[in-house]
C-alpha cells in the first residue's frame, strides 16, 4: 500500500532526525549527543558557532577538520534506501 501511494505520487518527503548522518559509514559526529561536538563545546566553555566568529578560538569545533570531516562524508543505508525509494 505504501509502495503504490509513493509510486502514484509527484513528491515525496523524508523527515529525519541528524542521527542519519551520523553512523557508520557517514563518519560524522554527533551534534548534541554525550559525545557531540555542541556538548563538548558546551562544557568547555565555547561558544559554537561560525569559524571566524567573534571570539571563537583557532581550534573550535567549527575548525577546518570539522569541514573537512564533512567533505568527506559517505551516504548511510538509510541514506540509499531513501534514494532508491525515491527513484533516484
Known amino acids: 500500500a505504501l509502495a503504490e501511494l509513493m509510486r502514484g ?23 548534541r549527543g554525550p559525545d557531540g ?28 577538520t570539522m569541514f573537512r570531516r564533512m567533505s568527506a562524508a559517505r551516504p548511510t543505508f538509510a541514506h540509499r534506501a531513501i534514494a532508491q525509494l525515491s527513484g533516484g
Open 37 to 64: 561536538i555542541w556538548t563538548e563545546a558546551q562544557a568547555s566553555g565555547l561558544v559554537v558557532g561560525e569559524p571566524g566568529e567573534k571570539g571563537m578560538p583557532v581550534d573550535s569545533p567549527w575548525d577546518e
Open 9 to 31: 505520487s509527484r513528491h515525496i518527503l523524508f523527515c529525519t532526525g541528524a542521527g542519519i548522518s551520523t553512523n557508520d559509514p557517514a563518519g560524522l559526529r554527533d551534534y
